[in-house]
């Protein structure tokens, strides 16, 4: 089974870094790396354009919104 590495940060804009997609994802403990799924990456859109579709973890839209658990850049994780 392959595993697909996480998702940086790096990468927002993009579904899986989204507070409106609804896949299986967590995010790493250092506050700024998304951690998929490999055997469920895709999530559906939850209140976006692309509502109740399923969406890759790449996918992007114009109406992104970033994920309320990433900490914003400088932040560290909780001590």
């Given amino acids: 089974m392959s ?11 993009r579904c899986s870094t989204c507070n ?16 998929l799924n490999p055997a469920n990456p895709r999530g559906a859109c939850n209140e976006g354009p692309w509502h109740a579709s399923l969406r890759g973890p790449r996918n992007a839209c114009g109406q992104w919104l970033q994920w309320i658990e990433i900490k914003p850049q400088g932040e560290g994780p909780a001590s």
């Fill in 3 to 13: 595993t697909r590495p996480p998702m940086l940060v790096g990468e927002l804009r």
């Fill in 20 to 35: 409106r997609w609804g896949g299986e994802r967590r995010i790493g403990d250092d506050g700024q790396t998304v951690h």
